[in-house]
Antibody, heavy 120, light 107 residues
Framework: EMQLVESGGGLVQRGGSLRLSCAAS????????MTWVRQAPGKGLEWVSY????????QYADSVRGRFTISRDNAKNSVLLQMNSLRDEDTAVYYC?????????????WGQGTMVTVSS | DIQMTQSPSTLSASVGDRVTITCRAS??????LAWYQQKPGKAPKLLIY???SLGSGVPSRFSGSESGTEFTLTISSLQPDDFATYYC?????????FGQGTKVEVK
């Protein structure tokens, strides 16, 4: 079964840092681009960051550029999101999702999400 | 940036109803338009990709279409399992934008 499992969420103070991790299984992780998508409480979905299979291309939403860093370890089948200088508006459930950019051109596999709460 | 305007924000319907949700792009986009279903406390699930192709295991009562910059998700006969929130999402050269979501609720 193809699966993504996020971890690392929690309560952090405004201005603090947190590192999220997403573990992949059931598919050839090194062949796929990966993304992070977040959802603030009661709100819609917002794309956050993207990384290609070889890490050659990395993209960020304007709202997190300069504060968040995405990376991946293909040997460990994992993708990471380092979040620094956290703000209240970063409070959200963070999902990692597989980007299938050839056939479906869509986020075809999603993790269950991990909650990040930024408080003062 | 391309904006996706989804309507309605809430839709009240009954089992067996035909349901239509619309997403309008702020400018011409490619056919890289997808639809997702999300239930409370759960991750989104891919329903439709490339505007009109059905995702894996998705029932045939779901369909997608386009007319210019307007994209439509149709549920031909609403089933109890379909009460959820639906999002459109467009992709254009390393930019991904979601619509605001449409909650389909029991009438």
């Amino acid at each position: 079964e193809m699966q993504l499992v996020e971890s690392g969420g929690g309560l952090v103070q405004r201005g603090g840092s947190l590192r999220l991790s997403c573990a992949a299984s059931g598919f050839t992780f090194s062949s796929y681009s990966m993304t992070w998508v977040r959802q603030a409480p009661g709100k819609g979905l917002e794309w956050v960051s993207y990384i290609t299979s070889s890490s050659s291309t990395i993209q960020y939403a304007d709202s997190v550029r300069g504060r968040f860093t995405i990376s991946r370890d293909n040997a460990k089948n994992s993708v990471l999101l380092q979040m620094n200088s956290l703000r209240d508006e970063d409070t959200a459930v963070y999902y990692c999702a597989r980007w299938e950019g050839v056939v479906e051109v869509a986020f075809d596999i999603w993790g269950q999400g991990t909650m990040v709460t930024v408080s003062s | 940036d391309i904006q996706m305007t989804q309507s309605p924000s809430t839709l009240s319907a009954s089992v067996g109803d035909r349901v239509t949700i619309t997403c309008r792009a702020s400018q011409t986009i490619t056919r890289w338009l997808a639809w997702y279903q999300q239930k409370p406390g759960k991750a989104p699930k891919l329903l439709i990709y490339r505007t009109s192709s059905l995702g894996s295991g998705v029932p045939s009562r779901f369909s997608g279409s386009e007319s210019g910059t307007e994209f439509t998700l149709t549920i031909s006969s609403l089933q109890p399992d379909d009460f959820a929130t639906y999002y459109c999402q467009q992709y254009n050269t390393y930019t991904w934008t979601f619509g605001q979501g449409t909650k389909v609720e029991v009438k």
